[in-house]
């Protein structure tokens, strides 16, 4: 049996580098006249509020354009290019705004391509392993031919964030929240390690022009990296970007469930491997800070590096879904802002479906509607201060912090959307991040 091929390339020149990197993949299977194709950026988050560059966190246009200008030399004239941004389902504002700003109405007006808002819907439920389902756009279900566009970065809950990953972005807002969930066999890693078996055909082109080190969001490090990966199997795809990012494959437990259930092996030995070798050009990424854990407390290490006491914020696990994981990085902040060198009063601040209070704390802040519902009754909890929006909202947050002596600065949670370009100021001036990556010309 023939070896599943994966090319490795650099991104060197606007639409050289990815046609160079696709014909040394073999090409795109399926892509011809009369062809529906379906192109899946990452999105992960988006603002009106400050136009950051998002180098690392989302897909470029760069890489989008030329994929779009490939597929219509290839005869395609039918493309959607769709995205389910992390956002209120109600707002109806955002998802055009970054469709707009990342030049995504240019490709439409130049190449008839249309350009959907997932969360819109509709969806169509889909047969997963063990008589599962999830509810999947009907549009990438229907589609001939997937095409993967995921942004290589490292993530805080599976380790890497690649093809395979990057098409839950196109499930409904129900079908995420089951995907995280306390099941410790049916957690978030098995989910995801399906999310490209109801696909007709699936080719991945990995954008590694920046990669994002403890991702998926844009509190991560960012790296100027010019590497692409194409491939016309998803799961070799993802299997040498995780390398490239510093990960063995069989360290990533989503792609040993997806290799299990396909019956491959997760040995780079066990594929084609074009261009650029990964073992040469790998760049260690974290997927996560480390946690400082004492009597003292219990924290990332920012925090205890800081000299924080008095706090345990355990690490969050894998059922902590989509729109907390979103807050749980602004609680942070506040939390480290309003410490002014005395110890917090014994405060814990649970996350997710799984976590309990532990014995002895003063205050216990519950973040989210979920872990609300299961410690509402806890006999260990002292102070219970719960949080119970879903997603939590900011004032409510605010509240549950005071509750426990915690004085968060208010004008944080009044201007949540301007936190990440307070984040991607410190590229500021370097010229290697460059906005016009994001643009279309």
């Known amino acids: 049996m023939a070896k599943p091929v994966v090319a490795v390339g650099r991104y060197e020149e606007p639409g050289e580098s990815v046609r160079k990197v696709v014909e040394l993949a073999g090409g795109i299977p399926g892509a011809g006249p009369g062809a529906k194709v379906f192109i899946k950026p990452n999105i992960v988050f988006w603002t009106k509020a400050v136009a950051f560059p998002k180098w690392g966190v989302l897909t470029t246009s760069r890489v989008m354009e030329d994929m779009v200008k490939l597929l219509v030399d290839l005869g395609v004239t039918d493309i959607t290019i769709g995205e389910g ?104 890693h098995w989910w995801v390690s399906q999310l490209a078996d109801p696909m007709k055909s699936v080719f991945t082109l990995a954008d590694g022009i920046y ?36 990960w063995p494959p069989d360290q990533v437990p989503y792609l040993q469930h997806a290799a299990k259930r396909r019956g491959r092996s997760l040995d780079l030995a066990s594929l084609e491997i074009r261009g650029e070798d990964p073992e040469a050009v790998a760049v260690p990424h974290d997927f996560d800070f480390a946690y400082k854990s004492d009597e003292t407390g219990e924290m990332p290490g920012p925090l205890a590096k800081q000299g924080i006491t008095g706090l345990f914020y355990r690490k969050f696990d894998t059922s902590m879904c989509t729109y907390c994981s979103a807050l749980n990085g602004l609680v942070l902040t506040a939390i480290r802002a309003a410490y002014k060198g005395t110890p917090f009063d014994k405060v814990e601040v649970l996350t997710g479906k799984k976590m309990e209070p532990a014995p002895g704390m003063n205050h216990t802040i519950l973040l989210g509607k979920c872990i609300c519902d299961k410690n509402k009754n806890h006999p260990d909890i002292q102070n219970a201060l719960p949080i119970k929006g879903c997603p939590p909202k900011a004032e409510d947050i605010m509240g549950a912090l005071a509750g426990a002596g915690i004085q968060a600065d208010p004008a944080l949670f009044a201007n949540i959307d301007l936190l990440p370009g307070f984040f991607m100021a410190r590229y500021a001036g370097k010229p290697e991040f460059d906005e016009s990556f994001f643009t279309v010309d």
């Open 211 to 246: 990669t994002l080190e403890r991702g998926p969001a844009f509190d991560g490090r960012i790296h100027r990296s010019n590497l692409l990966v194409a491939s016309a199997d998803v799961l070799a795809a993802d299997m040498v970007g995780a390398r490239l990012l510093g």
């Open 85 to 188: 941004i992390v956002a209120d389902p109600k707002d109806k504002e955002t998802p055009p705004h970054a469709f707009e700003t990342l030049g995504y109405q240019k490709l439409a007006q130049r190449y008839g391509v249309k350009v959907k808002n997932v969360m819109e819907g509709p969806f169509k439920k889909a047969e997963m392993a063990d008589g599962q389902t999830l509810r999947f756009h009907e549009d990438i279900l229907a589609a001939d031919l997937v095409v993967d566009l995921p942004a290589m970065k490292t993530h805080n809950q599976t380790v890497v964030s690649l093809g395979i990953k990057n098409l839950k972005g196109t499930i409904d807002i129900p079908s995420r929240k089951k995907c995280h969930n306390a099941d410790p066999e049916k957690d978030l």
